[in-house]
């Protein structure tokens, strides 16, 4: 069964951090790309960050270069968002996505996101 659960999400003030993560399982990890997406309630979906599991390539964009990382743990079939310098219009539900093609999708698996809310 494929999988893909995303933790780390909470409440955090401007300026603080979190770290998502995304747990895969039922696919084979390294021939996927992993995509990071937000959304806020009776929007669209927007993808955020991406990085191919296996060559390490990554993409943003621009709305969180610089604040936003995206890593790999391939041994852990798991990926990192780290979210720096926080501000309240980044509050969404992020949701983690697996696509067999590319980070330009489509995106075959999802999971079921986590709620991120930054106080000002």
């Known amino acids: 069964e494929v999988q893909l659960v995303e933790s780390g999400g909470g409440l955090v003030q401007a300026g603080g951090s979190l770290r998502l993560s995304c747990a895969a399982s039922?696919?084979?990890?390294?021939?996927?790309?992993i995509g990071w997406f937000r959304q806020a309630p009776g929007k669209e979906r927007v993808g955020i960050a991406c990085i191919s599991t296996g060559d390490g390539s990554t993409y943003f964009v621009d709305s969180v270069k610089g604040r936003f990382t995206i890593s790999s743990d391939n041994a852990k079939n798991t990926v990192y968002l780290q979210m720096n310098s926080l501000k309240p219009e980044d509050t969404f539900v992020y949701y983690c996505?697996?696509?067999?093609?590319?980070?330009?999708?489509?995106?075959?698996?999802w999971g079921q996101g986590t709620q991120v809310t930054v106080s000002s």
């Open positions: 996505a697996a696509s067999r093609s590319s980070c330009h999708g489509p995106y075959d698996y």
């Open positions: 039922g696919f084979t990890f390294d021939d996927y790309a």
